[in-house]
Each structure stands twice: as structure tokens, then as C-alpha cells.
């Protein structure tokens, strides 16, 4: 089992910066892909950004490429997601999840745990 805990949503304006984090705790293993995903009301589930555990390999969403940046610390066991220029297109509830894979995994469903969400609004 693997629980994940995001924090540090929140209020801005257009093109402030803004850092999640998920806290990963549990079992993980070499071979896990923790990604961000987002959902914005009345809309699907929507990939962000991933990351392989043991060699840090990324893969971003072409909406964030260039903003956001998805980095771990396996000292802590926690993945962040700093995200730039924000747009208030950017305005979602942001999910962490895991799942034991090789390579980007961009389908949400894939992802077998996930964390509770964090909201990020983007004001205009």
C-alpha cells in the first residue's frame, strides 16, 4: 500500500508560481511512476506531469510543458510539482498518484493509488 498526501494549493493571480507537494508514504518500490493529474469542474481528469522514482525521468503535458516542473527527493520520499507563469486556465483540483510502472503513464486510470486533491485557483 502507498499513501500520498498533496499540500500547498492555493489562491493566486496569473503568472505567480506556486509549489504542490505529495508526500508518499508506504511501500514504494524502484520501478514506481508518481505523477499529477488535475480536474477542473465539469471537465475530465487531466494529466500533468510524471515522474519516474529511480532515475527521475519526466514527462510533461504539452498544456504545462515549459511551467512546470515535477522533481522528487527519495530522502524525504516526496514529490513536488513547481508550476510557473500560472494561467487561470491552470485552476483545478491537483491529484498525486502512484503506480508500479516503467515509463510515462499518462492515463489515469493506470495509476492504482491516489492522493485526496488540492486546489489551485488562478486568478485573472
Known amino acids: 500500500q502507498v499513501q500520498l498526501v498533496e499540500s500547498g494549493g492555493g489562491l493566486v493571480q496569473a503568472g505567480d508560481s506556486l509549489r504542490l507537494s505529495c508526500a508518499a508514504s508506504?511501500?514504494?518500490?524502484?520501478?514506481?511512476?508518481v505523477g499529477w493529474f488535475r480536474q477542473a469542474p465539469g471537465k475530465e481528469r487531466e494529466f500533468v506531469a510524471c515522474i519516474q522514482w529511480i532515475h527521475e525521468s519526466t514527462y510533461y503535458a504539452e498544456s504545462v510543458k515549459g511551467r512546470f516542473a515535477i522533481t522528487r527527493d527519495n530522502a524525504r520520499n516526496m514529490v513536488y510539482l513547481q508550476m510557473n507563469s500560472l494561467k487561470p486556465e491552470d485552476t483545478a483540483t491537483y491529484y498525486c498518484?502512484?503506480?508500479?510502472?516503467?515509463?510515462?503513464?499518462?492515463?489515469?486510470?493506470?495509476?492504482?493509488?491516489w492522493g485526496q486533491g488540492t486546489q489551485v485557483t488562478v486568478s485573472s
Open positions: 508506504g511501500h514504494t518500490v524502484s520501478n514506481t511512476v
Open positions: 498518484a502512484a503506480v508500479e510502472a516503467w515509463g510515462p503513464v499518462v492515463i489515469a486510470s493506470t495509476y492504482k493509488y
